[in-house]
């Protein structure tokens, strides 16, 4: 029988340990506290933002708001981000990306704090990731499929792992949370080819599949044993929401597997709290 | 018949193109210009310095020596950094770490410009590697993994690649520059287990062994079809120099390997000149 991974369980379980280490900080005098830069409005900005909100209400964490319009400057956006750098009070910092074309993403995540990018945008939080000194902070989406594994005991120790895509924001930091934590990695991408693909899969333990790929992978490449972790997030021909497994097919030949939607995109908000708390904690030591 | 992919004949074609690259760069006026910084009389620093001298020599690169006493304090290394950062006429820097224990390695890698980093030590050049946004340069040794696979004609594209080590300075970058070249790495270590890595090694075309064990891939690891880099430096019970491979057995059963003595070690000072070419270029545009 596979086991379905379900990422609202991981998620109430990070926001249950997380509220009361929110209530013993504020008893400390600490009140963890996220910044929201969002410039336009973007649907899945916004989307994104009203679930971060909901969630930061249930943890007990502050969000303040930085709302600007299209044609802002990257002079003004700058200044008010070097603002909440020198702000204690400000612990985390959350910026929907990409900018309008008249900024400079880089130039804004140059001026950004490793120590206040929870969201892990920052040279900083890239290079933490991959020297695993834990400066900064991993991009949510990576580290919530690493909370996925954990709440469900599976420890990559001495296990072989498929990271299925190299971006910044997902394969590459996984692959680097998976080594650090003594799993065997191997990343593939569009240039491994299917055959090959789908041989190192069933040579794997735990598959990632974050190559954005709408419901690429299916039994053909499994065993039977395997821990499928779904990070995809895309629309079908019929207009639904689908990973980037072929859940129908794979959930028949796997030990275990994460649904979409309510697995791994549902843990997201969760561990974007989870970093404030954590950016927050580093400010008390 | 095994090839044997010879370090000299890479260094040499190396020196050569950058001997007419640096006589065409004096003609418009940069001369490139690289720093050593060395605090102390360690052996195998004096060593890789002499080595160094002598290729830049060759290519027409100018060296200027740091050279300071073991009881150097930070303030005094930090604020000489800080001028030949500001220095246009130096291109590079390589400081030979460890540091005195009065030192803080890290505060003094924090202080070095990324752009002057030929030796690929400070967060932006790691995050270059990680993120292949090519900024700062990658360590040398294992960009020098990378010109042997050049000049050879080997391709890691489409390839399976097995980077045994996960080190900061030679496994985790190799793994990352081979995955840019479109090669599907798995990167083994000492928790990966000997059957498993065994096993991985046979599946590559590509084996990088960087564990630093003496003498640990033999021809239990190899199915005949493997090109072999050898990065290992070690020395073996009889005191001799030695790589990670065992050469006798591997050799015997693989398609091409680097040779311990005369592989990789002999490309590494031709890899740090192409670095500081490389940086003196880029001030010209």
């Given at each position: 029988m596979t086991q379905l991974l379900k990422g609202k369980e991981v998620a109430d379980a990070l926001t249950e340990k997380l509220q009361s280490q929110v209530k013993e900080m504020k008893e400390k005098g600490i009140a963890p506290c996220l910044a929201i830069i969002r410039v336009g409005e973007n649907p899945s900005d916004l989307s994104y933002e009203r679930g971060a909100l909901k969630r930061?209400?249930?943890?007990?964490?502050?969000?303040?708001?930085?709302?600007?319009?299209?044609?802002?400057?990257?002079?003004?956006?700058?200044?008010d981000l070097e603002g909440i750098n020198q702000d204690d009070s400000i612990h985390g910092v959350l910026i929907f990306q990409p900018l309008p074309k008249q900024i400079d993403d880089g130039a804004v995540r140059k001026v950004l704090k490793p120590e206040k990018d929870v969201d892990g945008i920052t040279e900083g939080s890239l290079c933490g990731v991959?020297?695993?000194?834990?400066?900064?902070?991993?991009?949510?989406?990576?580290?919530?499929?690493?909370?996925?594994?954990?709440?469900?005991?599976?420890?990559?120790?001495?296990?072989?792992?498929?990271?299925?895509?190299?971006?910044?924001?997902?394969?590459?930091?996984?692959?680097?949370?998976?080594?650090?934590?003594?799993?065997?990695?191997?990343v593939c991408h569009s240039k491994t080819g299917e055959a090959r693909m789908m041989e190192i899969c069933k040579e794997s333990d735990i598959i990632l599949a974050a190559m954005g790929r709408a419901g690429m992978i299916d039994s053909r490449y499994l065993t039977g044993s395997q821990i499928v972790i779904d990070v995809g997030i895309n629309v079908?021909?019929?207009?639904?929401?689908?990973?980037d497994v072929d859940f129908e097919s794979a959930s028949r030949l796997c030990e275990a597997i994460t649904p979409?939607?309510?697995g791994v995109g549902a843990v997201t908000t969760a561990v974007l709290m989870l970093q404030v708390v954590e950016a927050a904690q580093q400010e008390m030591f």
């Open positions: 930061a209400e249930k943890v007990g964490i502050t969000v303040r708001q930085y709302v600007y319009d299209e044609a802002i400057d990257q002079e003004t956006l700058i200044g991959f020297s695993a000194s834990h400066r900064g902070f991993a991009p949510c989406t990576a580290r919530a499929c690493m909370e996925i594994l954990n709440y469900y005991g599976i420890d990559p120790a001495g296990k072989r792992a498929a990271v299925l895509g190299r971006s910044l924001v997902i394969g590459k930091p996984a692959a680097m949370m998976i080594m650090e934590k003594n799993g065997t990695v191997t079908d021909q019929h207009g639904n929401l689908c990973g979409v939607p309510g």
